[in-house]
Every structure is written in C-alpha cells, then in structure tokens.
C-alpha cells in the first residue's frame, strides 16, 4: 500500500486539451521528443515520459482539474482562465490557437457602430467575463448562457454575443460587428499550485515547459552560416543579431573565418544581402529544432 501511495504521489498527471487546441499542442510535445501515443481508452493516452500519465480533457476541466490538484500540469486557454477566475500557475505562452474575446452586435442594430441606449440581451459562453464588460460599459442588460454556435444568436434571440475570435470570419458570416474588445488570449501550459509546491514535481513540471519552450524559441530563428576573410569578419559579425555571442572559428589554411548564429528568422531578407555586402561567402541557412540558451 506504501508503494502504490509513493507511486502516485510521483506520478506526473498532465491535461491534454480536447478540441480545437488539441492538434497543436501534440505536435508543439512531439517536436520536444514528447511521444504521445492514443490508446485503446481514447482519452487516456500513454506519454514518453518518466511516471507520468495523461488524459484528455476539455480545458475548462483542465482548469478546475489544475486548481483541485487532480492534474499537477496541463494545457488550457488563457481566456477560461480569466472566466473562471481559478488560482493555477502560467508556466508558458505558447502563442498557439491566439483568439480575441470580443463583444458583438448586428449591423442593423448599431448607430453609427455604438450600440443603443436601450436594454440588450447579451449571449455568451463566458458569464464572468460578460457581466463584467457589462458594468464596465454601464450597459443595461440581461445575461443569457449559451452552450456553443453562439453567433447564431442575433438577432432573434440575443441583442450582442460575447465570443472568441481569431480571424473574424464567422462573426462577419454573420452579419455581426465587433463593439468590445474584452481579451486576448493563446494556448497556454499551467501547473496546479499544489504540484508546484511538491519539490520533485515542481522539477519536472519546470523541465517540461523547458523542453516546450525550447521548441518555440527555435521555430522563431534560423542557424546562419557563413564564411568571410579575416578583414571582413568584424563587419559581418556587427550585422549578425545573435542570441549571445556568434561562434567563430578559423577555416583551414588560414583562408578566413566561419562565423553561425542564430538570428530571428523573419529578419532573413534583409539580412543575407546585407551580409553578402559586408563580404560574406557561402550563407547557409539551417533550420533548428530546439533552442536552450
């Protein structure tokens, strides 16, 4: 009983989100070295990692899962975070799936795109987040909880929606118009204040957002190569904005230097001509997996 006791407390418990997040977030873990492989309990897949076991959740249940300490570490949305006001760690902004949670109405409903002085009905998932943006604008209004396919609302059953957005698309399909901005938010990793106050856990939980980390870093820059002689080396290193220092060694028969760094890799336009201007060779741009500076 001792060893089993001792076996979960070790245990790492991750929340792999069900839904829309779900597929960037295996592939942000696999291109870790994280393997995550489904089983034959559709939502309990088995994870290459050490003591740990995963499950499959929506990420509002990640959430209230983080905060009961049930899960120690998982992935959730930063804006059901803000709704339900739960007390979890942010560990990391991965960027992905970004939305906006915003306000909006029917364009026939609008004068000169504010909304009327009257009282509105407003739908939305979110009903913190809603009733809060409500006082803000010193509306009077009423809240309705939807449940999903929340634009389909107006104009017949809600005044205004509460909803998030990435592109704007679907709002726009349906005639709709963004009059309030509540949020932004993105895929993020969170861990359970109680795991984090577990030494070993916090370790682990640390290490993985690490390795996830890494992975981001690298999908942002590119390792550029390339050689110049030795009274044109200082020039090209100065054009080279590299995350420390760029590494520099001598090319064999003392014919010059070969210089890499690891630069931003929306910058490589400007950046190659401007190196072979300053006499630099042979650019060789390499991708890169991860980054641990």
């Known amino acids: 009983m001792n060893q089993e006791n001792n076996k979960n407390r070790e245990m790492l418990r ?9 597929e960037e977030v295996m592939k942000l873990l696999a291109d870790a070295g ?17 003591a740990c076991e995963a499950k499959i959740l929506k990420p509002q249940n990640i959430i209230e899962m983080l ?28 960027g992905l799936d970004p939305v906006q949670v915003v306000a909006a109405a029917p364009t026939e409903l609008l004068d000169s795109n504010e909304l009327p002085d009257q009282r509105l009905l ?14 803000n604008r010193n509306l009077e ?30 709002l726009r399909a349906n005639d709709l118009v963004i009059v309030g901005t509540l949020l932004s938010s993105s895929t993020r990793l969170y861990a359970s204040p109680i795991a984090m106050r577990n030494p070993e856990k916090k370790i682990r939980i640390e290490n993985l957002s690490l390795l996830l980390k890494s992975v981001l870093d690298a999908r942002k820059r590119v390792m550029i190569e390339v050689n110049a002689p030795a009274d044109k080396l200082d020039s090209v290193v100065s054009l080279l904005p590299c995350m420390r220092e760029a590494t520099v060694s001598p090319l064999f028969g003392d014919s010059g230097y070969a210089i890499k760094a690891a630069v931003p890799k929306e910058i490589l336009p400007e950046l190659i001509p401007s190196v072979k201007a300053a006499g630099g060779s042979d650019v060789v741009i390499t991708s890169l997996s991860q980054i641990v500076p």
């Open 34 to 50: 994280i393997k995550v492989t489904p089983s034959g309990r559709g939502y309990r897949p088995t994870v290459s990692l050490r």
């Open 122 to 135: 407003v739908a939305s998932e979110y009903q913190r987040l809603t009733e809060d943006w409500i006082i």
């Open 67 to 94: 905060e009961l300490g049930s899960r120690d570490v998982g992935f959730a949305g930063a804006d059901w975070v803000e709704e339900m006001r739960a007390d979890v760690v942010e560990l990391l902004d991965t």
């Open 141 to 170: 209004a009423d809240f309705v909880r939807s449940y999903g396919a929340t634009e389909v609302f107006p104009p017949e059953d809600a005044d205004v929606i509460v909803d998030n957005t990435a592109t704007g698309s679907t």
């Open 14 to 22: 991750l929340g792999l989100p069900k839904g829309r997040m779900q």
